[in-house]
């Protein structure tokens, strides 16, 4: 059973910094794109981040594009979100996902969530 777990959310101050992790079992997860969502209150889930198998690729939403750092460890299985000078509409619920295409295909597999509440 194919299995992702985030974990690192939590409550802190706009200007902070958290890291997410991703866990995954279950998967050969070398193999695997991850990706990063998150959603808000009353919105649409969008695309934060993703981290290509292809090449090692990254990718990061115009919104967290120089604040956030995506990155994995392989003997780890876990993939980390750096999120540095926080804001308050960094406000949601983040997801990890999983797949074996590159980042703008469709996800198969996803975690639980974490949540993440910056105060202003």
């Known amino acids: 059973e194919v299995q992702l777990v985030e974990s690192g959310g939590g409550l802190v101050q706009a200007g902070g910094s958290l890291r997410l992790s991703c866990a995954a079992s279950g998967l050969t997860f070398d193999d695997y794109t991850i990706g990063w969502f998150r959603q808000a209150p009353g919105k649409e889930r969008e695309g934060v981040s993703c981290?290509?198998?292809?090449?090692?690729?990254?990718y990061y939403s115009d919104s967290v594009k120089g604040r956030f750092t995506i990155s994995r460890d392989n003997t780890k299985n876990t993939v980390y979100l750096q999120m540095n000078t926080l804001k308050p509409e960094d406000t949601g619920v983040y997801y990890c996902?999983?797949?074996?295409?590159?980042?703008?295909?469709?996800?198969?597999?996803w975690g639980q969530g974490t949540q993440v509440t910056v105060s202003s």
């Open positions: 996902a999983a797949q074996l295409r590159e980042c703008y295909s469709d996800f198969t597999y």
């Open positions: 981290l290509s198998i292809f090449e090692g690729r990254t």
